[in-house]
């Protein structure tokens, strides 16, 4: 990991993207407050207008997207080609990246992985939790800070794991995140715990973890394989 920049940027998403089918209204409500918070726009991947004229779900996602008219709303029929998104945060069901670990780096742009409770997914606790290992964890912190800032989270903890414990990174962080959102509390946990353990022990309304390969073929780092079987809540996994 290199060394932290004074002040961490925010997410430069171009839009937020998300199946209907696949994650239903309570992805697409969770997809749409996103979008809103990051001023970006939302597009909505779904099957073509005649499948789904009578389609419940389809009708419950119209009347959420009605309570937001400024929201800037793209479709995309499946079946046809899409339009490469690169930059794009994609939103995906858990049952899908079970199926397919996602691996953020390679597609470029960030994934969140929508799982949880439903307070977790209505943000009613306020926290963001970054998990911050040696391979991608500057992208992970700056992820985290940004949707602290967007979503008006009021916590941050910063699960720094055991290869930090004898440097003086934890408080680097702290001096980051306190420059870049003065008005978040932020938690350092520095004992040697277990991102199964943090999940279980603090609930949060997003884990933020790197989807970065730690070399070629590896596959996700063991903290990110964690998150998408353990964590009760949405996860982000950063591309940077």
Aim: net charge negative; charged share 20%; with cysteine.
């Amino acid at each position: 990991m290199t060394a932290l920049a004074p002040e961490p940027v925010g997410i430069d998403a171009t839009c937020v993207v998300v199946d209907v089918d696949e994650c239903g209204v309570a992805g697409v409500r969770w997809a749409a407050a996103c979008a809103d918070a990051l001023g970006v726009g939302l597009v909505l991947r779904s099957a073509p207008d005649e499948d789904a004229e009578n389609d419940p779900v389809h009708a419950d996602v119209e009347a959420l997207l009605a309570g937001l008219p400024h929201l800037s709303v793209h479709i995309e029929h499946r079946g046809r080609a899409a339009v490469c998104r690169e930059g794009a945060l994609v939103v995906i069901s858990r049952a899908s990246a079970l199926a397919a670990p996602p691996l953020a780096c390679r597609d470029r742009h960030d994934v969140v992985v929508l799982c949880g409770s439903r307070a977790a997914l209505s943000g009613c606790f306020g926290v963001v939790t970054a998990v911050i290992d040696p391979v991608g964890g500057e992208g992970v912190l700056r992820r985290a800070v940004a949707l602290c800032r967007a979503r008006r989270a009021t916590r941050l903890r910063v699960l720094a794991r055991p290869y930090w414990a004898v440097c003086d990174l934890p408080d680097a962080i702290a001096d980051v995140v306190h420059a870049a959102c003065p008005d978040v509390i932020v938690e350092l946990v520095r004992e040697v715990r277990s991102v199964q353990e943090e999940a279980r022990l603090f609930p949060s309304d997003l884990l933020v973890v790197s989807g970065r390969e730690r070399g070629p073929a590896e596959g996700l780092q063991p903290a990110a394989r964690t998150a998408l079987h353990q964590a009760a809540c949405p996860v982000l996994l950063s591309c940077s």
